[in-house]
């Protein structure tokens, strides 16, 4: 069994694992054909213009809630799209949202190109890089979110029906560091609690709402590196995971919405996006005691 059989065998594991397991740098410039049809871990962009946010009152507030289930994909192709260079995964692989309080307003433009390889539309591989292609909700508008950093999170407007999409990685495939990824994110102002869940995400094994200890947790993620992992590391984190080592960290957002992390507290890597982090030994000074005692079922093997 090679590495990409073990990744596919394990089960719940994201796109980006499967094929850094199978070269030790990504050298596919396809997205779709990365991530194929299998889900990523996570279910998480500077505006073409500089402006201002229109005002809003100190009354008002804004709630997200899904709204539906996820909507179906013909393709079967993980829903991405590109804005500004980077790349965006959409919230929940494309489940709709409603907005309590504030409707998205500020448009950020449209998705023109159709990145699907079955369709061919477009380009087909020409528009792999292209700002405004998408894999979902082709001809769908994008909009800042109210009160959100826009660079992190938008909104897209398709049919009628709004959906969220979350940045994951920068579409060329460079490096982001923590820093990048936390500072884009506003994750130390927008979470209000963390939660441990199992793997697959179903079971709440631990909750801390302490907001001075959530930030302290944040402020701590900030230390981590990129991880350059070796085929021999990816199988560690697949063996890792088909053993129950491995959880979510989830942050509940004050708008009403969730994003995950997974971490492996005995390897010390933890995800951000797409992208895999080493977390050094004076975070689990710190923190480690917070996964001590947990439990979870061994991931089954296909």
Request: net charge negative; hydrophobic share 35%; aromatic share 12%.
């Given at each position: 069994?090679?590495?990409?059989?073990?990744?596919?065998?394990?089960?719940?594991?994201?796109?980006?694992?499967?094929?850094?397991?199978?070269?030790?740098?990504?050298?596919?410039?396809?997205?779709y054909v990365?991530?194929?049809?299998?889900?990523?871990?996570?279910?998480?962009?500077?505006?073409?213009?500089?402006?201002?946010?229109?005002?809003?009152?100190?009354?008002?507030?804004?709630?997200?809630?899904?709204?539906?289930?996820?909507?179906?994909?013909?393709?079967?192709?993980?829903?991405?799209?590109?804005?500004?260079?980077?790349?965006?995964?959409?919230?929940?692989?494309?489940?709709?949202?409603?907005?309590?309080?504030?409707?998205?307003?500020?448009?950020?433009?449209?998705?023109?190109?159709?990145i699907n390889?079955?369709?061919?539309?477009?380009?087909?591989?020409?528009?792999?890089?292209?700002?405004?292609?998408?894999?979902?909700?082709?001809?769908?508008?994008?909009?800042e979110i109210?009160?959100?950093?826009?660079?992190?999170?938008?909104?897209?407007?398709?049919?009628?029906?709004?959906?969220?999409?979350?940045?994951?990685?920068?579409?060329?495939?460079?490096?982001?560091?923590?820093?990048?990824?936390?500072?884009?994110?506003?994750?130390?102002?927008?979470?209000?609690?963390?939660?441990?869940?199992?793997?697959?995400?179903?079971?709440?094994?631990?909750?801390?709402?302490?907001?001075?200890?959530?930030?302290?947790?944040?402020?701590?993620?900030?230390?981590?590196?990129?991880?350059?992992?070796?085929?021999?590391?990816?199988?560690?984190?697949?063996?890792?995971?088909?053993?129950?080592?491995?959880?979510?960290?989830?942050?509940?957002?004050?708008?009403?919405?969730?994003?995950?992390?997974?971490?492996?507290?005995?390897?010390?890597?933890?995800?951000?996006?797409?992208?895999?982090?080493?977390?050094?030994?004076?975070?689990?000074?710190?923190?480690?005691?917070?996964?001590?005692?947990?439990?979870?079922?061994?991931?089954?093997?296909?």
């Amino acid at each position: 069994m090679n590495n990409k059989d073990l990744f596919k065998a394990i089960g719940d594991v994201d796109g980006n694992l499967v094929e850094e397991a199978n070269t030790a740098r990504r050298t596919n410039k396809k997205p779709y054909v990365r991530w194929g049809t299998i889900a990523a871990c996570l279910a998480l962009v500077v505006g073409l213009a500089i402006y201002k946010s229109p005002p809003t009152p100190e009354s008002a507030s804004l709630e997200i809630s899904k709204q539906t289930q996820v909507s179906s994909s013909p393709t079967g192709i993980r829903k991405i799209l590109n804005y500004n260079g980077y790349r965006y995964a959409f919230v929940e692989d494309g489940a709709q949202f409603k907005f309590t309080g504030l409707e998205p307003v500020q448009s950020l433009g449209t998705l023109e190109y159709d990145i699907n390889p079955e369709t061919g539309k477009n380009g087909g591989d020409n528009n792999v890089e292209k700002d405004y292609s998408s894999t979902f909700a082709v001809g769908g508008k994008l909009y800042e979110i109210p009160t959100y950093p826009f660079h992190f999170r938008i909104a897209v407007k398709y049919e009628q029906n709004y959906y969220l999409a979350e940045l994951v990685a920068k579409v060329n495939d460079s490096e982001m560091t923590a820093k990048e990824y936390l500072d884009m994110s506003n994750l130390k102002e927008r979470a209000k609690e963390i939660h441990i869940l199992n793997h697959v995400g179903n079971d709440v094994l631990k909750k801390m709402t302490d907001h001075a200890f959530v930030e302290s947790i944040i402020e701590g993620l900030y230390s981590a590196t990129n991880a350059d992992l070796t085929n021999k590391e990816y199988e560690a984190i697949g063996q890792a995971q088909s053993e129950g080592k491995s959880y979510q960290l989830q942050f509940n957002i004050k708008d009403g919405t969730q994003m995950a992390m997974y971490i492996i507290p005995e390897l010390k890597v933890v995800s951000m996006g797409d992208a895999y982090y080493q977390l050094p030994d004076a975070f689990f000074d710190q923190f480690g005691d917070i996964f001590v005692g947990l439990r979870q079922e061994a991931l089954p093997l296909y």
